[in-house]
Nanobody, 114 residues
Framework: VQLQASGGGLVQAGGSLRLSCAAS????????MAWYRQAPGKQRELVAH???????NYADSVKGRFTISRDNAKSTLFLQMSGLKPEDTAVYYC?????????WGQGTLVTVSS
């Protein structure tokens, strides 16, 4: 199983980024998927979640600014981030979730400058 996250980088406050997470080795459409983030010195936190059926939910801190989506045909998860703030700076991780096993991807660093 491999979850390959990409799309991170350095962006100014107010800017946008789109993260991708390409999955392989799992039947992607059967998994709920999520994005987490971990800022320096802080615990990892849930950013956004999407069920296998497409239902989404978001952390209060990103509601209205971030959009999670998935392309089951391409086994890829996305996170569209806009209105970025310095406090969004973190390593972002994707996660595949099932009743039996969860899988984590490697992180992609997002840095938002003020």
């Amino acid at each position: 199983v491999q979850l390959q996250a990409s799309g991170g980088g350095l962006v100014q406050a107010g800017g946008s980024l789109r993260l991708s997470c390409a999955a392989s080795g799992i039947i992607f459409r059967r998994y709920d998927m999520a994005w987490y983030r971990q800022a320096p010195g802080k615990q990892r936190e849930l950013v956004a979640h999407i069920t296998s059926g497409g239902t989404t939910n978001y952390a209060d801190s990103v509601k209205g600014r971030f959009t999670i989506s998935r392309d089951n045909a391409k086994s890829t998860l996305f996170l569209q981030m806009s209105g970025l703030k310095p406090e969004d700076t973190a390593v972002y991780y994707c996660k595949a979730i099932s009743a039996l096993l969860d899988y984590w991807g490697q992180g992609t660093l997002v840095t938002v400058s003020s």
